[in-house]
């Protein structure tokens, strides 16, 4: 079992910044691709960003493309999203979530490819 814990959410203006962490508990944190994902109300679930088990590849949504930053730490089992030049529109609860898989260089973007979840954290981008 692995547990995410999500925080570095809050409220920013537009055009400002912010930084979620995502830690995460086992000693196999690099066998997961990680990605985050948002969700804002009354919307589906949409993926945001994703880095493969050692880091060597990214993916983000066209929405985030050169704004957000994905990262991740395998000596600290963290998994991080830089968020820079914020819009209203990013306003959503993000969460966290991690994929097992084989190859290091397998970048899921689909919610149900992803085992295990976080609980969230919120973003609030003021206009």
């Known amino acids: 079992q692995v547990q995410l814990v999500e925080s570095g959410g809050g409220f920013v203006q537009t055009g400002g910044s912010l930084r979620l962490s995502c830690a995460t508990s086992?000693?196999?944190?690099?066998?997961?691709?990680m990605g985050w994902f948002r969700q804002a109300p009354a919307k589906e679930r949409e993926f945001v960003a994703v880095?493969?088990?050692?880091?060597?590849?990214?993916v983000y949504a066209d929405s985030v493309k050169g704004r957000f930053t994905i990262s991740r730490d395998n000596a600290k089992n963290t998994v991080y999203l830089r968020m820079n030049d914020l819009k209203p529109e990013d306003t959503a609860v993000y969460f966290c979530a991690a994929a097992l898989v084989r190859n290091y260089y397998v970048t899921p973007q689909a919610a149900n490819e992803y085992d295990y979840w976080g609980q969230g954290t919120q973003v609030t981008v003021s206009s």
């Open positions: 880095i493969t088990r050692f880091g060597s590849t990214t």
């Open positions: 086992g000693r196999t944190f690099s066998s997961y691709a």
